[in-house]
Nanobody, 124 residues
Framework: QVQMVESGGGLVQAGGSLRLSCAASGRSFSSYAMGWFRQAPGKDREFIAAIFWSRGSTYYADSVKGRFTISRDNAKNTVYLQMNSLKPEDTAVYYC?????????????????WGQGTQVTVSS
């Protein structure tokens, strides 16, 4: 059974940092792209960042480029999202997800597996 478990969310002041983790289990993810998405109240779930597990290529939404960094630890089967210079508009529930092949890594509906989400709140 595939599981993806996010952790690391919380409350932080604007300008602060958080690191989210996503522990993946239940299968090999070597052929997968792992993505981070977020969903603010009343808004659609949006793409934030993705990493290809095998080669480590990374991609970011313009809204977080230069502030957020996605990475992975193969030994721990864990994907991270380092978030710096946080803004109140970054407040959302953050989700990790896995997509076989990763050809549509920006497309929410093309992902195969999802975590339960972790809340990030940035106060002004």
């Amino acid at each position: 059974q595939v599981q993806m478990v996010e952790s690391g969310g919380g409350l932080v002041q604007a300008g602060g940092s958080l690191r989210l983790s996503c522990a993946a289990s239940g299968r090999s993810f070597s052929s997968y792209a792992m993505g981070w998405f977020r969903q603010a109240p009343g808004k659609d779930r949006e793409f934030i960042a993705a990493i290809f597990w095998s080669r480590g290529s990374t991609y970011y939404a313009d809204s977080v480029k230069g502030r957020f960094t996605i990475s992975r630890d193969n030994a721990k089967n864990t994907v991270y999202l380092q978030m710096n210079s946080l803004k109140p508009e970054d407040t959302a529930v953050y989700y990790c997800a896995g997509q076989l092949g990763g050809y549509y890594y920006m497309m929410r509906d093309k992902y195969d597996y999802w975590g339960q989400g972790t809340q990030v709140t940035v106060s002004s």
